[in-house]
């Protein structure tokens, strides 16, 4: 990005079953980023997917085919000027999610854009949606549309954790080089099997809670503390004296089967019984995941705590995180709730904080988070 000139960025994000557009612009003033919304539009196809119990590729494919082109008429529609009835907007670059994602998903808003960039003769700007995630924690996106916002100052090194329905990431974040990204990361602790959401949606089926199942089992997990239940069944804590920055949530998920087979065979399988497993599996997540970004924040001697992913709307988890930066004494930066999901506004801003070198088509690497 130019510094001092504002750069317009249209954000495209199609990793999963949101499907997301939206407007963007960033400018420097005195060495800090400043960020305006112009607009933002998510449709969100969890509903149809809800059936099948987690995300069906070819479907997703389809609905983010047909939407994105309406999304991009309403986009264009909310930002023209008042009065006027024709025209767009004009932008700078279109950033747009290239992975990790589902890949028939992924490819719909990369050939999308790539249609729109040679059409409006702008650049592409590939993102990566982990970064995306990060980057999102940093915007105060409950600004007022159309007001410039400071993006908050990330002092480094800082730790980012990632929780998402397909990544568990604990990632160092150091300055970058003054060249490219404004930040450079390294993953430093991830998941050897299932990821922390993907955990809540599985555990949401064997409840009979349909997809997504993170905020049911969730929501089941608050009425049974405030009802003052108590689980019969004590879950482990997976990995939680490894020593070292690893997770594993399958091990955690077969345990809840098992302890649904026995509480039927036992006769106890009712609501009541289910509800106070959905906080007992809520506790051990919790403390599993408490546990490791504690450990991580002191090895990185972290300055900064950023929390991204879908799973960071728990409010369970926001209280705990925020109690351990207390302890670390460091700022934390969450996301608002209503962007902690996928979204484009934190892509197109991933898009704006690296360099636009010429006025063509060039690709930035991106740098490989979400391998975990
Ligand atoms: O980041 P995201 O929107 O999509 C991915 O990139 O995966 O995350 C979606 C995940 C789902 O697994 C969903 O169940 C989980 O976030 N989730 C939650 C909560 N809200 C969403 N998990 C636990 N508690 C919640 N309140
Ligand atoms: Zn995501």
């Known amino acids: 990005m130019n510094p001092e000139s504002a750069t317009r960025i249209l954000g495209i994000e199609t990793s999963c079953d ?86 028939p998903a992924l490819w719909t808003g990369i050939v999308f854009a790539e249609k729109l960039a040679k059409e409006w003769d702008v650049p592409i700007i590939p993102v990566n949606h982990m970064e995306g995630h990060i980057v999102g924690s940093l915007l105060e996106s409950d600004a007022p549309t159309g007001e410039w916002r400071p993006l908050k100052h990330l002092p480094a090194p800082a730790l980012a954790f990632l929780i998402s329905g397909g990544h568990t990431e604990l990632v160092r974040i150091q300055a970058g080089d003054g060249q490219g990204a404004p930040f450079a990361y390294t993953v430093i602790g991830a998941t050897k099997d299932d990821a922390v959401g993907e955990a809540f949606d599985k555990v949401a089926r064997l409840l009979g809670l349909p997809y997504p199942g993170g905020p049911r089992v969730s929501l089941w997990a608050q009425e049974a503390r405030e009802a003052g239940l108590s689980c019969p069944v004590k879950l482990p804590r997976p990995m939680i004296h490894s020593k070292d920055l690893a997770f594993s949530f399958s091990g955690l998920k077969t345990a809840v089967l098992y302890a649904l087979r026995d509480a039927e065979k036992a006769g106890i399988a009712d609501e009541t019984f289910k509800r106070s497993l959905a906080m007992e599996f809520e506790d051990a997540v919790v403390e599993t995941l408490s546990s490791k970004l504690d450990d991580a924040l002191q090895s990185v001697e972290a300055r900064a705590l950023v929390i991204g992913g879908g799973v960071s709307a728990n409010s369970v988890l926001r209280d705990r995180f925020s109690t351990l930066a207390q302890k670390h004494d460091i700022p934390i930066y969450l996301p608002s709730k209503h962007v902690s999901g996928d979204n484009a506004l934190m892509i197109a801003l991933a898009g704006a904080l690296r360099p636009i070198h010429s006025d063509k088509l060039r690709a930035h690497g991106t740098k490989k988070l979400g391998t975990g």
Do not use: N, W
């Open 18 to 103: 949101e499907t997301a557009l939206a407007l963007i612009e960033v400018r420097r003033t005195e060495g800090r980023f400043e960020c305006r919304i112009m607009a933002s539009l998510i449709r969100s196809q969890a509903d149809l997917h809800s059936p099948y119990g987690g995300v069906f590729p070819t479907l997703a494919k389809r609905e983010h085919e047909e939407h994105l082109p309406i999304l991009l008429d309403q986009l264009i529609e909310q930002t023209r000027p008042t009065g006027q009835t024709e025209g767009r907007f004009k932008i700078d670059a279109i950033a747009v999610t290239e992975g990790p994602g589902l890949e």
